[in-house]
């Protein structure tokens, strides 16, 4: 699901280099639309069988996500700073899941 989530931003960042109200834009902002609504409905199925501290911990692995949309879908660069980024996301979400209280 958070997959699905990530690419939602790849859906904006796409509608907002469209013409205002044209056809592109309104192409990929209903499937923006699309992918936040099936989210929305797939993350109360996943709410269902994990605790929400322990979905929302994990949902930062969407910045990851935007990351590799980035490099794919945009040539963005990958820089040390953002590596180091993604290491400390990555440390936080294996902290926070070994704990002895999760």
């Known amino acids: 699901m958070l997959l699905l989530y990530s690419t939602g931003g790849i859906f904006s960042k796409y509608a907002a280099g469209q013409e205002f ?20 409905i797939g993350w109360q199925q996943i709410l269902r069988w994990i605790p929400l501290s322990v979905a929302f911990a994990h949902k930062s692995v969407c910045v990851i996500w935007s990351l590799v949309w980035g490099i794919l879908f945009f040539h ?8 180091i980024g993604i290491l400390l996301i990555m440390a936080g979400m294996i902290l926070f899941t070994t704990s002895e209280e999760s």
């Open 21 to 40: 109200f044209g056809a592109g834009f309104w192409l990929f902002y209903g499937l923006l639309i699309m992918v936040l609504g099936l989210y929305a």
């Open 76 to 83: 963005e660069n990958l820089t040390f700073g953002k590596v």
